[in-house]
């Protein structure tokens, strides 16, 4: 079975809501939608405090090249615009409208039938997409319609659709892909006119065997598609690692996946794909999974973009008593938030609560040079001495050392021994590297 | 619900920790323990238990009295010391000499560095060999193995170790025939379950390979050193036995005798004083074993182990920073259209 | 015997003329050529490479005064004006005197004043802290208490009092290096003037928020009221984007706007206790001094 050749681990997958179907939950009373959910600038706000606004209607507008456009998810009025503490743990500029019934914009097409045929050209498919406010989400929120505007001087060969969810307790994509299958092909082929490829590959791991299967089934009529079963191991979502298990290609320290003329999208996206281009529906949902031990009725909910981590949890079960972390995303990756008044963003795949016994750190002891951090490392660096070099201000070796090339998965802090906060301090490094690098730059 | 806690990604550990990594390496040394109070009687135990009660004791008086910070001798980094200490010398050490290598392992190899961690040298062989060079006579003074509850083998109290008797052999101008055809010469057997002379650890074979089973199960060391350095020791001495087969112990018997495989697969695959990288390592067992058979052969002891392992510890910084491990994207791509022909 | 003691001293002796030789050759044809001055200069000044100067180390600073041959821009602030006035004079130079300056930690957000809405469990570092949320206390702008400035101290000046997860600036060591500022990646320490008597005036706050939001996560936080600025009779303080802030080179120490100040967020160092008024209900507010 295709697997990445560089390190790797293995955490235990909790995959408590892999066989809990996609649920509609009640519209919440309010819903806070902030106006930065995606990389790049934030967007600019297009309407007031006081106005009415439909479901889908246009609220900010993206103005940079890398940003994206934002909607309302719901129907009612805009009582207040003001700042709301989100995942970063500050607070930041949102639109916060009180629900009014569920008054959709009339050019959304909400008929449940599945539309196959791509009508749009691939200029049209791309400026949908735009329009739409579509962007990654994996988690990373990279604005779709940017990824699919491949540069001149590289050429897109293969489409690469992520649908391998390395996270422990994180379903969404699961469901979808088995809920959703059709649609999800359906805008596996609309990406595909979009880049102007004929191949097409879908990475899914093999802890997922229904979503294999029904997915081999339903790309059967389209011999350009693939599904690509792929070996359990964390994290292979990362999408360096997923070009590498499906093509047997690096891409080169520094460049981009086009490079190796891939260009990789997840199964999220590919669904929001195919809403936008087929049903004129901007990405206003998207299914969130609501896991962790202690909650009573642990689910994947669609969820209206602005709702509040509150009302999920709520929705789930209610907050448990030992509650001591709530997560936004996955274990390895994932966000602790700072308050569960926090809403949901359009990179929020999952909320997972910790327990109070599992929420703190292990005590962290002296480096004993054990080098396990080294071998797990999937990028092939020494998460040791970049953390040495970032905790002792040695940004000129951290930068020889490749520090830039870390994707951040942490599992060199996952299985160090010593339980030392490297990926704390390469963070450091990555950041304080990163600007240095850019003042370069600018220079 | 009290607070809610935030800290940096991962949220989630695999909980192997360094107190998990200790005890798993102490119950490896178990089986050399039973065979060494076996053949050697109540004196084994007693050793063992002087030099883990001095390790610890110093480690502690030393953290918290001398440095005045934390006390961390429950991570079981001394506890290992003093059993492989203890492994390093013969049973009927007095007690005093023992407490003294104690002292000199953790204080000056471990303590002065900055303790867990922090050690350029093995803290045991540091402690072996500043006693073997300060009580020579002490340190080189074998008690011949008795099985518990039988009668003993011979009369004598003390004998030589069977690379004791080769090197005396050799310099004494006696052929190597001669050499294993004496009767107090231990044979392949003895050396396979232990009744041979030696240091308290290193006699039994087969109890240093069941630790050493136990060990690579538990993942606590990998393949590298322990193939690299027995392999080269095995070639180099089998080149050397073919060139002259009466000057030069034979391949097998190299590895079986003397402190070999204790030194191979517990204090050459301690992981705070050998290299990182896979490359880095087996460059470490290829020094480390030619340096043992070169000590051997052509040095003033009759075993290299201890001073092979410490002259290769000296060099593992700079085998650090030779050996990388290999970058993912290091490659420049030839060409794209290769890439996506695949699917 | 004789002779191989005899042999020994020799060859000995011979080695180490020999190498002697070498080594002089060697220092000769590799000798740096410099200015005689710098080394006098770099033995006047303190020697403690803190870089408060700017340079990298006190022969740095050395080597660029001989060059430029101009003190006025330089301050050794671990030497003071006594060490400058010296160096002048060897250079025959005139030194400015500067007021002696100490690093401010403009935060009061105590665990009392601004109780823990989280508990932060990361690694002990603020720039971390930083990057991950605005902190226990929940103002964005307020003191994480990890100690990142007390871990480049290098004149053990400051300390982190741990009952008030706030840093304590120890008065007579501090020599006003600098390291601490650029160390607090929220710039919560400034640098000041001593004052008169070691006696200053600041506001212990760099919250830019809007007042109400500010009170929520601290009580004692500079609300942008304006009301120093209206009682000050010296110009000394300005007001811009709901902060304000003091220049010490304006104020008098007259304590005005301590008096004034509704969250007593201005506090006043080293003065001696003020007899209250007995029908006063207005809290003085006054820093701890070490």
């Not at chain 1, 009725?297 to 709530?326: C, E, H």
């Not at chain 2, 294993?180 to 392949?188: K, V």
């Not at chain 2, 690579?216 to 050397?240: C, D, E, M, Q």
């Not at chain 2, 004083?273 to 070169?294: D, E, H, R």
């Amino acid at each position: 079975m295709k697997t990445f050749k560089i390190g790797g681990v293995h955490p235990e997958e909790h995959k408590l809501t892999a066989n809990k179907p996609i649920t509609q939950i009640p519209l919440p009373a309010q819903v806070s939608i902030p106006l930065s959910q995606s990389l790049g600038a934030p967007s600019k706000l297009i309407v007031e405090k006081g106005a009415q606004v439909k479901t889908g209607q246009l609220i900010a507008q993206g103005e940079s090249f890398i940003s994206a456009n934002v909607h309302s998810s719901v129907s009612g009025k805009i009582v207040r615009i003001e700042e709301v503490t989100d995942a970063s743990g500050y607070r930041k500029p949102a639109v916060i409208i009180e629900v009014e019934g569920d008054e959709w914009e009339e050019s959304i097409d909400r008929s449940p039938n599945v539309v196959t045929e791509i009508a749009l050209t691939k200029d049209e498919i791309i400026a949908r997409i735009k329009s739409h406010g579509v962007v990654g989400l994996g988690g990373a929120t990279f604005p779709t319609h940017v990824k699919l505007m491949v540069p001149p001087d590289k050429k897109a060969e293969l489409l690469i659709i992520n649908g391998v969810e390395c996270e422990p307790y994180l379903t969404a994509d699961h469901r979808v892909m088995l809920e959703k299958g059709e649609e999800v092909v359906t805008g596996v082929r609309i990406l595909m006119k979009a880049l102007g490829v004929d191949k097409a590959a879908i990475g899914i791991e093999n802890n997922k065997p229904d979503a294999i299967a029904h997915l081999q089934k339903l790309s059967a009529n389209y011999p350009g598609i693939s599904v690509v079963p792929l070996k359990m191991k964390y994290p292979q979502g990362g999408e360096k690692q997923l070009i590498k298990a499906v093509t047997g290609k690096e891409v080169p320290s520094g460049k981009l996946p086009a490079d190796t003329g891939c260009v990789v999208n997840n199964i999220g996206t590919a669904l929001a794909v195919y809403e936008a281009v087929q049903k004129n529906k901007p990405l206003i949902d998207r299914v969130v999974t609501v896991t962790g031990e202690s909650l009573t009725n642990p689910s994947n909910f669609m969820v209206r973009i602005g709702t509040s981590v509150d009302y999920l949890i709520n929705q789930a079960g209610g907050l448990p008593t030992d509650t001591g972390k709530v997560i936004s995303g996955g274990p390895m990756m994932g966000k602790a938030l700072t308050t569960i008044d926090s809403p949901v963003v359009k990179g929020t795949s999952g909320i997972l609560l910790m327990s109070e016994k599992k929420s703190r750190r292990v005590v962290v002891q002296n480096c004993i040079r054990c080098a396990r951090c080294i071998s797990v490392c999937p990028m092939g660096l020494q998460p040791v001495f970049l953390a040495q070099y970032s905790e002792h201000q040695m940004f000129e070796e951290a930068e020889k050392a490749n520090i830039m090339d870390c994707m951040e998965c942490g599992s060199c802090q996952f299985t160090c021994p010593a339980g030392r906060p490297l990926l704390d301090y390469v963070r450091l490094g990555k950041n304080t590297v990163g600007t240095i690098i850019r003042n370069r730059v600018k220079k | 619900m009290s607070v809610l806690t935030i800290s940096g990604s991962p949220h989630v550990h695999d909980h192997q920790n360094v107190r998990s990594i200790m005890s798993g390496v102490v119950v490896a040394m178990l089986p050399a323990i039973f065979v060494s109070i076996y053949f050697f009687g109540i004196d084994s135990a007693r050793v063992i238990f002087i030099s883990v009660a001095s390790c610890l004791l110093f480690e502690w008086l030393i953290q918290k009295y001398m440095l005045k910070g934390p006390v961390t001798i429950t991570d079981g980094s001394a506890l290992v010391t003093g059993v492989l200490l203890a492994f390093n010398v013969p049973s009927n050490i007095p007690s005093l000499i023992i407490v003294i290598g104690a002292l000199v392992s953790i204080g000056i190899a471990k303590m002065t560095f900055g303790g867990l961690g922090k050690n350029p040298f093995n803290p045991a062989l540091i402690g072996r060999v500043f006693l073997l060079i300060s009580f020579p006579v002490q340190m080189t003074t074998w008690p011949i193995p008795k099985p518990l509850f039988s009668a003993s083998l011979t009369d004598a109290i003390t004998g030589s170790t069977t690379l004791g008797m080769v090197k005396e052999g050799v310099m004494a101008g006696k052929s190597m025939d001669e050499i294993m055809a004496s009767t107090a010469f231990p044979g392949y057997l003895n050396d396979f379950i232990g009744a041979q002379g030696g240091s308290l650890g290193e006699i039994s074979a087969i109890a240093l390979l069941l630790g050493a089973i136990y060990l690579f199960i538990r993942k606590i060391i990998t393949w590298h050193i322990p193939v690299a350095y027995l392999g080269s020791a095995f070639i180099f001495s089998g080149i050397l036995y073919l060139v002259d087969p009466q000057t030069y112990l034979n391949p097998v018997m190299s590895i079986l005798a003397g402190g070999m495989l204790l030194g191979v697969f517990f204090m050459a695959t301690d992981m705070v004083t050998t290299p990182m990288s896979a490359k880095g390592q087996i460059l470490f067992g290829l020094g480390a074993g030619i340096l043992t058979i070169t000590i051997r052969n052509w040095g003033a002891y009759p075993e290299g182990v201890s001073f092979a392992i410490l002259i290769m510890n000296a060099f593992t910084p700079l085998i650090n920073r030779g050996f990388k491990p290999k970058r993912f994207g290091s490659v420049p791509l030839k060409s794209t259209v290769k890439a996506t022909q695949k699917i | 015997m004789n002779t191989t003691i005899l042999y020994a001293i020799l060859t000995l002796s011979l080695l180490g003329v020999f190498s002697a030789v070498i080594l002089y050759f060697i220092a000769q044809k590799f000798k740096v050529i410099e200015d005689p001055r710098v080394d006098i200069i770099t033995g006047l000044l303190p020697g403690a490479n803190c870089g408060g100067c700017g340079y990298a180390g006190c022969h740095a600073l050395a080597e660029t005064i001989v060059k430029t041959e101009d003190i006025s821009n330089h301050k050794c602030p671990v030497g003071g004006n006594d060490t400058m006035k010296q160096i002048a004079k060897a250079l025959g130079l005139e030194a400015k005197e500067t007021e002696p300056q100490i690093a401010v930690v403009r935060c009061n957000g105590s665990r009392v004043n601004a109780p823990s809405k989280i508990l932060y469990n990361g690694a002990a570092s603020c720039t971390i802290a930083h990057s991950l949320s605005a902190g226990e206390t929940g103002c964005p702008y307020g003191c994480l208490g990890e100690g990142d400035c007390v871990k480049v101290c290098l004149f053990d000046a400051i300390y982190m009092d741990h009952e008030a997860a706030l840093p304590r600036v120890i008065e007579d060591k501090c020599v006003a290096c600098g390291a601490c500022v650029t160390a607090c990646p929220r710039s919560i320490i400034q640098l000041r003037n001593k004052g008169v008597k070691g006696r200053r005036v600041y506001v212990s706050c760099i919250n830019k928020e809007k007042r109400g939001t500010a009170r929520k996560n601290c009580n004692v936080p500079c609300i942008g009221c304006g009301k120093c600025v209206k009682e000050c009779p010296f110009d000394a303080i300005t007001l811009q984007d709901n902060l304000a802030y003091i220049d010490f080179n304006k104020c008098k120490l007259c304590r005005k706007c301590v008096t004034v100040c509704p969250t007593g967020a201005i506090l006043e160092v080293n003065f001696p206790p003020r007899k209250e008024k007995s029908d006063s209900t207005e809290t003085i507010a006054s820093a701890e001094t070490v």
